[in-house]
């Protein structure tokens, strides 16, 4: 019987979007009346209207109405700006009416004259209000959008007395034996649940419904009939096809989608790949309110100067990719080293090696209550429409937090809950790949650093070589614009006991072509005089116990042997460990 009943649910409810699939089955257990809409809330739903095959596309609260509450005899919509209102529903409204005059009546209050706003009044109405008519057998549902300005997230301290009345009316609501026993529907409409008071989200009594980014074939659906009629109009101004568009722009809502096809076949704006491409990325960003940034790089790994064997395991990486062979991948890649040994600049070599978008993890924390996880919630969610993704987080072990931290209310705890979660999801394997990136891997929490997130674990370090100092040493030239011929590069850079990174190389040269301007004019002509003057000169930041410690603790990170420079391979583990334990209590 059971199974015959789900059947029919099905059959009834397949033309609708998953999660609406997923809300629909929830609330015929008849064990739930109260369910929280998050994620993409803002954007507009896919609608067939009833009787015909005329598809068009509404804003949620609009959706919720006319489709799945289309059945209601009262569909009420409340938010703090707009107040109590109905969305084309003239009885229900005079209805309203009628009972608000005798809610005067009976508690002294003018609320016909001027409806409340106030969640400490409008609840306390609205309860009157459903019981009254559900005990008349009325049908009711109930959109409250915008939530966390009504239920905000807070600590339990931090309760204004408004807010602890909104969190009992709303928690009455959802376990009342009256609501439950009748056909009654609370949704919550809220961004992120981060930002939503958590015990009333975590409540066994509410359901939490995410409603995704449209996939590619949604979008697909969107962009044929946003263009139906004009398909001559858009193939004259546009490069891509229906499919290829659709293809290209995952991260993107409809709305957003909508915009760049306006964009058009209004203003006749020429849609090339690259176009699309700079257009799609902008949009992104200001999604995710400039805490995303796309990283842009013309380099490949050819242009990484030495650091062999990560290479080597990047470009076999990169051919796992390019040929869809997702479950070799890691999930994630520990990069460490010391400072300036080209960990940023190797990853973003990598990115454009595979062609896949490459984003960077910027400053997501906030100084205000439940706004840094609420922020961190956005930018998973739309990674989650992005894949294939690299996603790169720079000190990483500054911005992803810890689960034993104290001393700020427990957010760095609940970051950290969030990132770890989230990488360990087995279908983000060779989809969303993570770069975690830092020079001091040992104050990362040994969570993020395990098998099953951030597996594999790289090392870099200084060029420690001739060979490899001339490597980098090219490179670097090429980047300052100045050629040295081999001979007249001084011993003491390739052969001496000083290391350099790359930045200070770059340093030396650019002080080279500074006095070879000073002296003749021509910065490009840099004298081997000139060179042997500045390498004797140039004395490297006093910083030389902090570059210890950062590369003691990358070797002991390090997940592969043969990746270690020859001179740290056959180096006692127990000495390093002693000595970088000395390190940490002389390094501040």
Not at 113 to 121: M, N, Y
Not at 317 to 338: C, E, K, N, Q, T
Not at 419 to 439: C, D, N, V
Request: aromatic share 8%; charged share 25%; proline share 5%.
């Amino acid at each position: 019987m059971q199974t015959r009943q789900n059947s029919d649910l099905d059959q009834h409810t397949s033309h609708l979007p998953r999660w609406a699939q997923t809300l629909a089955r929830k609330y015929f257990t008849k064990t739930l009346s109260q369910f929280v809409l998050h994620g993409n809330v803002r954007d507009l739903v896919r609608y067939e209207k009833p009787g015909s095959d005329q598809i068009t596309y509404i804003g949620l609260t609009h959706f919720l109405a006319k489709e799945l509450f289309a059945a209601r005899d009262i569909v009420v919509f409340y938010d703090r700006a707009a107040g109590i209102h109905f969305l084309d529903h003239q009885e229900a409204q005079k209805d309203f009416n009628r009972a608000l005059t005798g809610y005067d009546s009976a508690f002294g209050t003018e609320y016909a004259g001027k409806r409340p706003r106030a969640p400490s009044q409008v609840l306390p109405l609205l309860d009157n209000y459903f019981r009254l008519r559900l005990r008349s057998g009325k049908r009711i549902a109930c959109i409250i959008d915008y939530a966390e300005t009504i239920i905000p997230m807070a600590e339990a301290s931090m309760y204004s007395a408004e807010d602890r009345s909104a969190l009992i009316s709303l928690q009455r609501w959802a376990h009342d034996p009256l609501f439950l026993r009748h056909d009654f529907t609370v949704c919550l409409i809220a961004e992120n649940l981060n930002d939503l008071n958590q015990q009333h989200v975590q409540s066994p009594w509410t359901a939490e419904i995410d409603i995704p980014l449209p996939d590619e074939k949604d979008r697909l659906a969107f962009t044929k009939w946003s263009i139906k009629g004009r398909e001559s109009l858009f193939d004259q101004h546009s490069d891509l096809s229906c499919e290829l568009l659709a293809q290209q722009t995952p991260g993107l809502g409809y709305t957003q989608l909508r915009t760049m096809l306006a964009d058009t076949l209004e203003n006749k704006t020429h849609l090339s790949f690259e176009h699309m491409s700079t257009l799609k990325k902008s949009l992104i960003e200001e999604a995710a309110f400039g805490m995303l940034e796309f990283v842009e790089s013309n380099n490949g790994l050819d242009d990484v100067a030495g650091h062999s064997e990560a290479k080597n395991h990047l470009r076999s990486a990169a051919h796992a990719l390019r040929h869809g062979i997702h479950d070799v991948m890691p999930m994630g890649y520990l990069v460490s080293g010391p400072v300036g040994t080209g960990k940023t600049f190797l990853i973003t070599c990598f990115a454009n090696e595979i062609g896949i978008p490459m984003v960077k993890l910027k400053n997501f924390r906030s100084q205000w209550q439940g706004q840094t996880e609420g922020n961190l919630e956005r930018i998973l969610h739309l990674l989650e429409a992005m894949p294939p993704v690299a996603v790169m987080i720079d000190e990483a072990d500054a911005a992803l937090g810890n689960r034993s931290a104290e001393g700020d209310s427990g957010v760095s705890k609940r970051v950290f809950g969030q990132i770890a979660s989230f990488m360990s999801k087995p279908e983000h394997r060779g989809r969303i790949i993570f770069f975690l990136i830092t020079a001091r891997p040992d104050l990362m929490p040994i969570d993020l650093k395990r098998q099953g997130r951030a597996e594999e674990h790289i090392a870099l370090f200084y060029p420690s070589t001739p060979e490899d100092r001339l490597e980098l040493l090219h490179v670097m030239m090429r980047r300052t614009g100045i050629s040295i011929p081999e001979k007249d590069i001084p011993p003491a850079l390739l052969n001496g006991n000083t290391i350099y990174s790359g930045a200070d190389m770059e340093a030396l040269l650019t002080r080279a072509k500074f006095h070879a301007a000073a002296t003749s004019g021509d910065p490009s002509a840099v004298t081997a005089e000139i060179m042997a003057s500045v390498v004797e000169d140039f004395v490297p930041p006093a910083n030389s116990k902090e570059k210890e410690l950062q590369t003691l603790v990358a070797i002991l990170e390090s997940t592969s042997k043969k990746s270690l420079p020859e001179m740290y391979r056959s180096m006692d583990r127990t000495k390093i460990v002693r000595r970088a334990n000395e390190l940490k209590l002389q390094v501040v």
